[in-house]
């Protein structure tokens, strides 16, 4: 079977999801170091920032993993979940493609039956007390000095992630409680989010709390967001603020193709896979909608990102604009997803095959499991479950799912 595909990519894809699977999809993550029950056993030390923000960023720097010794418990993860039931929903797709995957990916109705496992898991970490269901991480982290965000509390990122992998399900299992929790989570975004005006437009905010309020890939998802769950419901006033967001975002656009990851001087980095998010969410937009108003911002957008942080001639991925290093396992697991929502998959296909390459070589380790970031020097080789597991298993399955209708396609062509 393996040779009928890219090389290592069935093998890959089934040991990493066996791995995942026998974990229940619990584990750790680079920015959990406070749910130490150590350091929650010392008096008074977690009342200061900077010892919280010290705290996170040597559990998330450090080669060694310190999470077993300090106590901190493998835990679900919504963000995490929702990749899991995205990667199965891709792996049910590619059966649809091509049949005979079903020999080493298990039958349609047994992805179904997982899909709608982990979809109803997925509900069941929506966190309560908000105009709408939303999703946040299992773990407290501290943003810089500024604030401290609690365990669970909603961020759109996570819960885009939620709402596209709830909606996917749906598409599968006719499940009316997913569309309807789903669907739902759009007045999260309109209602408990804030709206700071820009350049006609809109940026919304990360979360319900105060700061963060002008990151571009925050706002495109909740464009992306309020797309997707247009489609369901036709409510033209999620359309309508999306499009304010895609317009506010768009102008900060640069003339080369990148965005800075936010509007603010702290935030004046261009990085790989956000911008592969922005990517997404104006490639989504004009999928979903037929408005092509914003064609150009992601053909730039889609030129630069491919051309910038991935090497041709290796398939080499790149963190930052200007630096390789560290080289982040989201980097090269975003590349998939965006060619896919940008229907470029084919054009792009052999530095995506390079890529995957490259990935199989350099981040995979003998487990089948997948490294957190690779430096010149020690890398951090822990496997995260929602950092790099489960953020690489959906990019192997979306993988998948195209060589199987590439496959497909060949054959209604002979």
Sequence with gaps: MDNQYPEGLVEALTTLRDYCAHNDYKGWDPYDGLNSRVFRAIPLIG????IRLCWIQLFKRSPLNLRPLLLVPKQHNAKGIA????AHCEMYRAIEADPSLAEILGTQDALKNEINRLSR?????ATPGFSGPAWGYNFPWQCRREFLFP??????????????ALLDAYDITGDEMLKDTACAAARFVTEDLRRTPHAGGVILSYSAMPGNDTIYNASLLGSRLLTRIYTYTKDESLLDLARQSLKACAAEQRPDGSWTYGLK?????????H???????????AKLTGDHTYDEVFRRGLEY??????????????YYHDKRYPIDIHCPGQLPVTLDATDSYDEYRPLALKVLRWTLDNMRQSDGTFIYQKKPGISSRIPYMRWSLTFELRSLAVTLRREAQRKAK?????
Excluded: C, E, M
């Design 275 to 285: 911008t592969g998010y922005n990517l997404d969410a104006y490639a989504d937009y």
């Design 151 to 164: 365990a669970g509390q909603p961020t759109v990122v996570a819960t885009n992630f939620a709402v596209w």
């Design 121 to 125: 898991l997925l509900v069941s970490l």
């Design 305 to 318: 990102y491919t051309t910038t942080f991935f090497d041709a001639s290796d398939g080499t991925p790149s």
């Design 83 to 86: 990749l899991a039931v995205q």
């Design 410 to 414: 060949d054959i209604d062509n002979d």
């Design 265 to 273: 001087p702290i935030t004046g980095w261009i990085d790989s896979f």
């Design 47 to 50: 009342r200061s920032a900077i």
